[in-house]
Protein backbone atom coordinates (compact mmCIF):
# COMPACT_ATOMS: atom_id res chain seq x y z
CA UNK A 1 0.00 0.00 0.00
CA UNK A 2 1.62 3.41 -0.62
CA UNK A 3 0.24 6.22 1.47
CA UNK A 4 0.92 9.61 0.90
CA UNK A 5 0.19 13.10 2.95
CA UNK A 6 -0.84 16.98 1.85
CA UNK A 7 -0.98 19.86 4.10
CA UNK A 8 -4.03 21.90 3.98
CA UNK A 9 -3.02 25.82 4.11
CA UNK A 10 -4.04 28.88 5.89
CA UNK A 11 -3.56 32.17 3.32
CA UNK A 12 -1.90 34.79 5.08
CA UNK A 13 -1.91 37.24 2.97
CA UNK A 14 -3.15 38.42 -0.92
CA UNK A 15 -5.88 35.86 -1.23
CA UNK A 16 -7.87 36.01 -4.39
CA UNK A 17 -4.97 37.24 -6.22
CA UNK A 18 -4.20 33.83 -7.88
CA UNK A 19 -6.78 33.51 -9.74
CA UNK A 20 -5.99 33.63 -13.45
CA UNK A 21 -8.86 35.81 -14.23
CA UNK A 22 -6.78 38.52 -12.30
CA UNK A 23 -3.08 37.51 -12.16
CA UNK A 24 -2.85 36.73 -15.99
CA UNK A 25 -3.71 40.56 -16.31
CA UNK A 26 -2.05 42.24 -13.45
CA UNK A 27 -0.10 39.48 -11.88
CA UNK A 28 -0.92 38.07 -8.06
CA UNK A 29 1.22 37.64 -4.49
CA UNK A 30 0.01 35.77 -1.83
CA UNK A 31 1.38 34.57 0.95
CA UNK A 32 0.34 31.23 2.48
CA UNK A 33 1.46 28.79 5.16
CA UNK A 34 1.06 24.85 5.40
CA UNK A 35 -0.75 23.64 8.51
CA UNK A 36 -0.24 20.19 10.48
CA UNK A 37 -4.01 19.23 9.39
CA UNK A 38 -3.48 17.09 6.37
CA UNK A 39 -5.51 14.97 3.66
CA UNK A 40 -4.37 11.14 3.26
CA UNK A 41 -4.14 9.11 0.26
CA UNK A 42 -3.97 5.45 -0.12
CA UNK A 43 -3.30 3.29 -3.44
CA UNK A 44 -2.99 -0.36 -3.85
CA UNK A 45 -4.06 -2.81 -6.26
CA UNK A 46 -6.33 -5.99 -5.28
CA UNK A 47 -7.30 -9.42 -5.99
CA UNK A 48 -10.84 -7.93 -6.63
CA UNK A 49 -11.78 -7.58 -10.66
CA UNK A 50 -13.13 -3.85 -9.71
CA UNK A 51 -11.66 -0.35 -8.91
CA UNK A 52 -13.11 0.49 -5.51
CA UNK A 53 -13.06 4.19 -4.84
CA UNK A 54 -13.31 5.12 -0.92
CA UNK A 55 -14.13 9.16 -0.11
CA UNK A 56 -17.08 10.74 1.17
CA UNK A 57 -18.78 8.10 -1.10
CA UNK A 58 -17.98 4.63 -2.36
CA UNK A 59 -17.63 3.62 -6.39
CA UNK A 60 -16.69 0.61 -7.66
CA UNK A 61 -16.60 0.72 -11.37
CA UNK A 62 -14.86 -1.21 -14.00
CA UNK A 63 -13.26 1.61 -16.13
CA UNK A 64 -11.75 5.02 -15.38
CA UNK A 65 -14.69 6.64 -17.61
CA UNK A 66 -17.06 5.39 -15.19
CA UNK A 67 -15.75 7.13 -12.07
CA UNK A 68 -17.71 9.71 -11.18
CA UNK A 69 -15.40 11.65 -8.68
CA UNK A 70 -13.67 13.77 -11.49
CA UNK A 71 -10.31 14.39 -9.44
CA UNK A 72 -9.86 11.50 -9.22
CA UNK A 73 -11.38 10.10 -13.05
CA UNK A 74 -9.25 13.01 -14.35
CA UNK A 75 -5.76 12.66 -12.63
CA UNK A 76 -5.76 8.68 -13.31
CA UNK A 77 -6.12 9.49 -17.01
CA UNK A 78 -3.20 12.09 -16.74
CA UNK A 79 -1.28 9.80 -15.27
CA UNK A 80 -2.05 6.52 -17.56
CA UNK A 81 -2.60 4.75 -14.25
CA UNK A 82 -5.47 2.28 -15.23
CA UNK A 83 -5.35 -1.07 -13.49
CA UNK A 84 -8.74 -2.54 -13.15
CA UNK A 85 -7.91 -3.82 -9.61
CA UNK A 86 -6.84 -0.83 -8.37
CA UNK A 87 -7.89 0.82 -4.94
CA UNK A 88 -8.17 4.26 -3.49
CA UNK A 89 -9.09 5.67 -0.71
CA UNK A 90 -9.03 9.05 0.87
CA UNK A 91 -9.68 10.70 4.63
CA UNK A 92 -8.77 14.25 6.01
CA UNK A 93 -8.01 15.61 9.69
CA UNK A 94 -10.87 18.56 8.48
CA UNK A 95 -13.82 18.01 6.17
CA UNK A 96 -14.07 20.00 2.56
CA UNK A 97 -15.81 23.17 2.60
CA UNK A 98 -14.22 24.51 5.16
CA UNK A 99 -11.97 27.06 3.77
CA UNK A 100 -8.46 25.23 4.20
CA UNK A 101 -7.36 24.58 0.49
CA UNK A 102 -8.48 20.41 0.29
CA UNK A 103 -9.31 20.12 -2.93
CA UNK A 104 -5.98 20.85 -4.00
CA UNK A 105 -4.38 19.37 -0.90
CA UNK A 106 -6.03 15.98 -2.53
CA UNK A 107 -5.19 16.70 -5.51
CA UNK A 108 -1.44 17.13 -5.56
CA UNK A 109 -1.65 13.80 -2.89
CA UNK A 110 -3.10 11.83 -5.27
CA UNK A 111 -1.12 12.75 -7.95
CA UNK A 112 2.07 12.22 -5.81
CA UNK A 113 0.72 8.73 -4.65
CA UNK A 114 -0.11 7.61 -8.29
CA UNK A 115 3.40 8.72 -9.67
CA UNK A 116 4.89 6.49 -6.35
CA UNK A 117 3.12 3.83 -7.77
CA UNK A 118 5.24 4.28 -11.52
CA UNK A 119 7.72 4.51 -9.89
CA UNK A 120 8.08 8.22 -11.13
CA UNK A 121 9.77 11.07 -9.08
CA UNK A 122 8.27 14.55 -9.48
CA UNK A 123 9.27 17.57 -8.21
CA UNK A 124 7.16 19.90 -5.82
CA UNK A 125 6.57 22.72 -8.54
CA UNK A 126 5.51 20.11 -11.24
CA UNK A 127 3.51 18.32 -9.07
CA UNK A 128 1.74 21.81 -8.28
CA UNK A 129 1.35 22.56 -11.92
CA UNK A 130 0.20 19.50 -12.69
CA UNK A 131 -2.85 19.42 -10.00
CA UNK A 132 -3.71 22.78 -11.59
CA UNK A 133 -4.23 21.60 -14.59
CA UNK A 134 -6.37 19.01 -13.44
CA UNK A 135 -8.61 21.45 -11.57
CA UNK A 136 -8.46 24.85 -13.62
CA UNK A 137 -7.95 23.80 -16.95
CA UNK A 138 -9.61 20.19 -17.65
CA UNK A 139 -12.77 20.48 -14.74
CA UNK A 140 -12.44 24.38 -15.29
CA UNK A 141 -13.22 25.26 -11.50
CA UNK A 142 -13.33 28.96 -11.01
CA UNK A 143 -10.79 28.58 -8.35
CA UNK A 144 -6.52 29.74 -8.07
CA UNK A 145 -3.50 28.62 -7.80
CA UNK A 146 -2.38 29.09 -4.06
CA UNK A 147 -3.92 25.67 -3.04
CA UNK A 148 -1.91 23.61 -5.08
CA UNK A 149 1.26 25.24 -4.85
CA UNK A 150 1.36 25.68 -1.05
CA UNK A 151 0.38 21.75 -0.31
CA UNK A 152 3.22 20.66 -2.80
CA UNK A 153 6.32 22.89 -1.39
CA UNK A 154 4.73 23.59 2.19
CA UNK A 155 6.60 26.17 4.68
CA UNK A 156 5.59 29.62 4.89
CA UNK A 157 6.10 31.07 1.79
CA UNK A 158 5.62 33.63 -0.86
CA UNK A 159 3.74 33.10 -4.18
CA UNK A 160 4.45 35.35 -7.27
CA UNK A 161 1.85 34.31 -9.95
CA UNK A 162 2.98 35.47 -13.09
CA UNK A 163 1.00 37.06 -16.30
CA UNK A 164 2.55 33.86 -18.24
CA UNK A 165 1.49 31.69 -15.87
CA UNK A 166 4.46 31.10 -14.04
CA UNK A 167 4.61 30.62 -10.36
CA UNK A 168 7.56 31.82 -8.19
CA UNK A 169 7.99 30.49 -4.51
CA UNK A 170 10.13 31.62 -1.98
CA UNK A 171 9.94 31.11 1.81
CA UNK A 172 9.57 34.43 4.19
CA UNK A 173 12.53 35.76 4.98
CA UNK A 174 11.85 36.52 8.87
CA UNK A 175 13.72 34.67 11.52
CA UNK A 176 13.14 31.83 13.55
CA UNK A 177 11.73 33.08 16.73
CA UNK A 178 9.24 35.32 14.38
CA UNK A 179 8.09 32.53 12.75
CA UNK A 180 7.89 30.45 15.85
CA UNK A 181 5.69 33.77 17.69
CA UNK A 182 3.75 33.44 14.22
CA UNK A 183 2.82 30.33 14.47
CA UNK A 184 1.66 30.31 18.23
CA UNK A 185 -0.33 34.01 17.82
CA UNK A 186 -2.55 32.47 15.43
CA UNK A 187 -6.37 30.94 16.86
CA UNK A 188 -8.20 29.46 14.35
CA UNK A 189 -11.90 28.12 14.84
CA UNK A 190 -14.89 26.70 13.38
CA UNK A 191 -17.76 28.60 12.32
CA UNK A 192 -19.86 25.45 11.43
CA UNK A 193 -20.58 26.64 8.01
CA UNK A 194 -19.87 24.89 4.94
CA UNK A 195 -19.20 25.45 1.80
CA UNK A 196 -18.04 25.06 -1.86
CA UNK A 197 -15.05 27.65 -2.69
CA UNK A 198 -15.63 27.92 -6.37
CA UNK A 199 -19.09 29.12 -5.12
CA UNK A 200 -18.11 31.67 -3.46
CA UNK A 201 -15.15 32.69 -5.80
CA UNK A 202 -17.02 32.13 -9.03
CA UNK A 203 -18.84 35.64 -8.44
CA UNK A 204 -15.00 36.90 -8.36
CA UNK A 205 -14.11 35.19 -11.29
CA UNK A 206 -16.72 36.04 -13.52
CA UNK A 207 -16.22 40.02 -12.36
CA UNK A 208 -12.68 39.85 -12.92
CA UNK A 209 -13.33 38.65 -16.44
CA UNK A 210 -15.54 41.30 -17.06
CA UNK A 211 -12.88 43.50 -15.69
CA UNK A 212 -15.29 44.55 -13.29
CA UNK A 213 -13.37 48.17 -12.01
CA UNK A 214 -14.30 47.70 -8.00
CA UNK A 215 -13.20 44.22 -8.08
CA UNK A 216 -10.41 44.54 -10.36
CA UNK A 217 -9.75 47.61 -7.56
CA UNK A 218 -10.67 45.79 -4.43
CA UNK A 219 -7.98 42.63 -5.52
CA UNK A 220 -5.03 45.09 -6.32
CA UNK A 221 -5.53 46.25 -2.97
CA UNK A 222 -5.45 42.72 -1.43
CA UNK A 223 -2.26 42.71 -3.35
CA UNK A 224 -0.67 45.77 -1.98
CA UNK A 225 -2.08 44.41 1.23
CA UNK A 226 -0.36 41.06 1.20
CA UNK A 227 2.81 42.76 0.04
CA UNK A 228 2.35 45.19 3.20
CA UNK A 229 2.33 41.49 5.53
CA UNK A 230 5.22 40.21 4.27
CA UNK A 231 7.19 43.33 4.91
CA UNK A 232 5.85 43.75 8.71
CA UNK A 233 6.42 40.06 9.32
CA UNK A 234 10.23 39.88 7.68
CA UNK A 235 10.28 43.23 9.64
CA UNK A 236 9.37 41.03 13.04
CA UNK A 237 6.13 43.53 13.71
CA UNK A 238 3.73 41.22 14.45
CA UNK A 239 1.03 43.32 15.55
CA UNK A 240 1.14 45.41 12.35
CA UNK A 241 0.61 42.32 10.75
CA UNK A 242 -2.89 41.81 12.88
CA UNK A 243 -3.98 45.24 12.02
CA UNK A 244 -3.38 44.78 8.51
CA UNK A 245 -5.18 41.43 8.63
CA UNK A 246 -8.24 43.04 9.95
CA UNK A 247 -7.87 45.74 7.01
CA UNK A 248 -7.71 42.56 4.70
CA UNK A 249 -11.14 41.01 6.21
CA UNK A 250 -12.46 44.69 5.92
CA UNK A 251 -12.23 44.64 2.40
CA UNK A 252 -12.74 41.00 1.37
CA UNK A 253 -16.10 41.60 2.72
CA UNK A 254 -16.64 44.25 -0.19
CA UNK A 255 -16.35 41.25 -2.81
CA UNK A 256 -19.39 39.85 -2.26
CA UNK A 257 -22.40 39.36 0.28
CA UNK A 258 -21.79 35.53 0.40
CA UNK A 259 -18.35 36.69 2.17
CA UNK A 260 -20.12 36.59 5.91
CA UNK A 261 -22.95 36.26 7.47
CA UNK A 262 -24.31 37.84 10.82
CA UNK A 263 -23.11 35.20 12.61
CA UNK A 264 -19.47 35.59 11.41
CA UNK A 265 -19.50 38.71 12.13
CA UNK A 266 -20.70 38.59 15.44
CA UNK A 267 -17.98 35.90 16.11
CA UNK A 268 -15.35 38.46 14.44
CA UNK A 269 -16.44 41.17 16.87
CA UNK A 270 -16.18 39.13 19.35
CA UNK A 271 -12.30 38.07 18.93
CA UNK A 272 -11.19 41.93 18.37
CA UNK A 273 -13.47 42.60 21.86
CA UNK A 274 -11.07 40.18 23.32
CA UNK A 275 -7.42 40.32 22.54
CA UNK A 276 -7.36 39.73 18.61
CA UNK A 277 -5.81 42.36 16.52
CA UNK A 278 -6.99 41.10 13.48
CA UNK A 279 -8.78 38.12 11.87
CA UNK A 280 -10.51 37.05 8.99
CA UNK A 281 -11.96 33.88 7.47
CA UNK A 282 -10.22 31.39 5.64
CA UNK A 283 -10.48 30.79 2.02
CA UNK A 284 -13.22 32.10 -0.23
CA UNK A 285 -15.23 33.18 2.53
CA UNK A 286 -19.16 32.51 3.52
CA UNK A 287 -18.04 30.11 6.15
CA UNK A 288 -15.02 27.98 6.98
CA UNK A 289 -12.65 28.79 9.90
CA UNK A 290 -11.79 32.11 11.55
CA UNK A 291 -8.40 32.62 12.34
CA UNK A 292 -7.48 35.41 14.31
CA UNK A 293 -3.90 37.41 15.42
CA UNK A 294 -3.53 37.78 18.96
CA UNK A 295 -1.11 38.59 21.50
CA UNK A 296 -3.19 37.64 24.19
CA UNK A 297 -4.27 34.41 23.49
CA UNK A 298 -6.02 33.17 27.00
CA UNK A 299 -8.40 35.75 26.77
CA UNK A 300 -9.25 34.90 23.16
CA UNK A 301 -9.44 31.41 23.76
CA UNK A 302 -11.58 31.74 26.19
CA UNK A 303 -13.96 34.25 24.93
CA UNK A 304 -14.07 32.05 21.96
CA UNK A 305 -15.23 28.43 23.76
CA UNK A 306 -17.51 30.56 25.88
CA UNK A 307 -19.10 31.20 22.33
CA UNK A 308 -19.68 27.37 21.84
CA UNK A 309 -16.89 27.87 19.42
CA UNK A 310 -14.64 24.75 18.11
CA UNK A 311 -11.11 25.58 17.87
CA UNK A 312 -8.52 23.75 15.94
CA UNK A 313 -4.96 23.89 16.99
CA UNK A 314 -2.08 23.65 14.42
CA UNK A 315 1.30 24.13 13.54
CA UNK A 316 3.52 24.85 9.98
CA UNK A 317 4.19 22.10 8.17
CA UNK A 318 7.59 22.62 6.06
CA UNK A 319 7.41 19.13 4.03
CA UNK A 320 4.74 19.64 1.86
CA UNK A 321 3.01 16.60 0.01
CA UNK A 322 4.81 13.60 0.48
CA UNK A 323 4.81 9.87 0.16
CA UNK A 324 4.70 8.42 4.14
Not at 225 to 243: F, Q
Not at 280 to 298: D, M, N, Q, R, S
Amino acid sequence: MIIGRSPLRISIGGGGTDLPSYYRAHGGFVLSAAITQYVYVTFQLTPQTEMLLRYSQIERVKTVDQIKHPIIREALKLTGVCAPNLEITSIADIPAGTGLGSSGSFTTCLLKVLHKHKRHFIHAPELAEMACHIELELLKEPIGKQDQYIAAVGGVTAFEFREDGRVDASPLKASDEIIDLLEDNLVMVSTGYYRSASTVLKEQDDKSKKNDQSMVDNLHYVKELGHRSREAIEGGNLARYGEIMHEHWLHKKKRSPLMSNADIDRWYQLGLDNGAIGGKVIGAGGGGFLLFYTEEKAKLRAALKAAGLIEIRFGFDYEGTKIL
